[in-house]
T-cell receptor, first 109, second 115 residues
Framework: GQNIDQPTEMTATEGAIVQINCTYQTSGFNGLFWYQQHAGEAPTFLSYNVLDGLEEKGRFSSFLSRSKGYSYLLLKELQMKDSASYLCAVMDSNYQLIWGAGTKLIIKP | GAVVSQHPSWVICKSGTSVKIECRSLDFQATTMFWYRQFPKQSLMLMATSNEGSKATYEQGVEKDKFLINHASLTLSTLTVTSAHPEDSSFYIC???????????FGQGTRLTVV
């Protein structure tokens, strides 16, 4: 079966760095996405990785290792507004998105 | 980036009535649209995939006669929740793609409350 695993909840301090991990087992691979979702809102796109390595975009970076079925989202200089759920999703061989359950990130002052 | 507009943002309806949710791609042609449901504190659950001009493909466990999906044009898909019941209360989200695009563009979501 297809499976995406990510921690349920994480807590971090404002100004710090946090890494949210995602491991996956899917039927084929056509890229991995990270989305941010604030409560009551639709997800917003953060990053897309299809090749191994690190993609940096401002305070957010995303890493992929296809051989390990592993990705992480790195958030630097955390701000209170970063409190949200972070969803990992993998596009399988049929170009369907397989979603993780999301990681709720709590930022404390 | 591409814009997907979903309407209404929220709706309250009486049990037994039907509700229609619209999803429009404003600046691109969406050959494929996805409808998701999300219960509180849970991840997105794909309900169905619709391709323009053809019948939607429903995920296992989703009643196609209850959740009617129409994708009549490349810019509009609708989800109609028929004979709604309180257990249908949820956050419904559409996303649109151009077939094999590398990004799913989401609508704003519709919060449905059935009373």
């Amino acid at each position: 079966g297809q499976n995406i695993d990510q921690p349920t909840e994480m807590t971090a301090t404002e100004g710090a760095i946090v890494q949210i991990n995602c491991t996956y087992q899917t039927s084929g691979f056509n890229g991995l996405f990270w989305y941010q979702q604030h409560a009551g809102e639709a997800p917003t796109f953060l990053s897309y990785n299809v090749l191994d390595g690190l993609e940096e975009k401002g305070r957010f970076s995303s890493f992929l290792s296809r051989s390990k079925g592993y990705s992480y989202l790195l958030l630097k200089e955390l701000q209170m507004k970063d409190s949200a759920s972070y969803l990992c999703a993998v596009m399988d061989s049929n170009y369907q998105l397989i979603w993780g359950a999301g990681t709720k990130l709590i930022i404390k002052p | 980036g591409a814009v997907v507009s979903q309407h209404p943002s929220w709706v309250i309806c009486k049990s037994g009535t039907s509700v229609k949710i619209e999803c429009r791609s404003l600046d691109f042609q969406a050959t494929t649209m996805f409808w998701y449901r999300q219960f509180p504190k849970q991840s997105l659950m794909l309900m169905a995939t619709s391709n323009e001009g053809s019948k939607a493909t429903y995920e296992q466990g989703v009643e196609k006669d209850k959740f009617l999906i129409n994708h009549a044009s490349l810019t509009l898909s609708t989800l109609t929740v028929t004979s709604a019941h309180p257990e249908d209360s949820s956050f419904y989200i559409c996303s649109a793609g151009t077939g094999r695009s590398t990004e799913a563009f989401f609508g704003q979501g519709t919060r449905l409350t059935v009373v």
